[in-house]
């Protein structure tokens, strides 16, 4: 009975919870608001659904496979001679044939005896006919019950020895299907783990260079700063993405120029090679600015050349560990050593050319080739989410996809499907344990 119970709970929880979160409809972007995302798993969770449900199907496995061979060997073992409901059946069939026996004999007496009294002439030889023909009759009628009797006895052994073999294949049809609602969740848990770890873009999280030149003498130092804006509705864990890069020169970006910058505390080198996460920002709040100073050298020996900086931001909150902000392009001009240009703008933002904007192969802070830890880097899809600020200063969203809210709502099933089936699996196998 526990176990009936147990499973009922579940199937309460597959088909209620699906319902429920239909009037939640959360959303995914790092700009959705708290009211969007109060019922919104968040990664952690979908971790860890996702490996409770691998674990509840591990368990329905082997619960699979042993029920299966329990079943075997009690459907052999009912089907024993040496069983009791089986000998028991067999005893109650031989009795039953038995009486069946008798009651033929007895049909055949009655028929004798009135045969008898058919055929006899004096009186006396009809009165003793007569009363062999009510002996066989009281026989006959005596075989009769008894066959009824032995009959339902027979029949009642055998359906015993039939409940216990449907039993045993019930309970085993019950974990088959236990499997198969396990192995459903745990596509579902994974499914949503996968579609949450899709990069989503984040126009709100902005990177922007102020005081770049868009001239700059070869052989002098120039200091600007890189500006990094949450401008989402969500706390995010921030590593700002920066890349400058000499378009045309035998010597390259590495040797022309000398690129470092800092967080306050000591200056870091800039690889060069390619796009490298810098000055890591543990928390960066709705609204938060954090600013990045960065130091410029040109080689002596540049001449007249193109060059361009690439500064974006990659970022990551407790509902997606990739959240890719807007990366911006600044082209700038190289002039020869002693050059004296007259009064230099600053370089203006530009959209990147699309082969800019591949994080695959972005350098971790510090470590020169390591992925970023904080899901900066990004080898997948990129789901396309952005984030705007309408005329009253609000975030509101455009261009969000689609699947945000089902991909949501499959990880908020995930979650409480993976809880059912995690507590089915391990109510089943306490009961199993105690019996």
Known sequence: MRLRRSLAVAAAVAVTMPVALLTAAP????????????TQPTYAELEKAAA?????????????????????????????????????????????ED?????????QAVTKAEAALEAAVSDADKAEARKALETAEAGLADAVGAEKEADAEAEEAQTALDD?????????????????????AKKAAAEALAAAKECVRESGLTSRAVGLPSEVVAGTTVDFTLRVTNGTRRTLTVDPLAFVYVSSGSKG???????????????????????????????????ERSVVKLRMKTDSGAGTTEAFALFASDAADAYRPCVLGPMKRYEFTLLPEGSKPDAVDDAEPGRPDGKDDDRSGTKAPGTGSAPSTQG???????????????????????GASSATTPIALAGAVAVALGAGTVFTVRRRKAAADSA
Do not use: C, M
């Not at 690889?271 to 996460?277: A, K, M, S, T």
């Open 27 to 38: 959303a995914f972007a790092a700009g959705a608001s708290a009211s969007q995302t109060q």
């Open 52 to 96: 409770d449900a691998q674990k509840a199907y591990d368990e329905a496995v082997l619960a699979q496979k042993k029920g299966r061979k329990e079943v075997e060997a009690t459907l052999t073992a009912l089907d024993s001679d040496t069983h009791p409901l089986k000998a028991a059946a067999i005893a109650a069939g031989n009795t039953a």
């Open 99 to 107: 009486a069946e026996a008798t009651r033929t004999a007895a049909e």
């Open 164 to 184: 216990a073999k449907v039993a045993a294949v019930r309970e085993y049809s019950i974990l088959k299907e236990d499997l198969k609602k396990a192995s459903e």
């Open 253 to 287: 970006a590495k040797g022309l120029l000398q690129v470092k910058w800092s967080q306050g505390s000591g200056w870091q080198p800039l690889g060069g090679e390619r796009p490298e996460h810098i000055a890591h920002i543990d928390s960066l709040k709705p609204g």
């Open 376 to 398: 900066g880097t990004s080898s997948g899809a990129v789901r396309s989410q952005v984030t705007a600020t309408d005329t009253t200063g609000r975030l509101a969203e455009t």
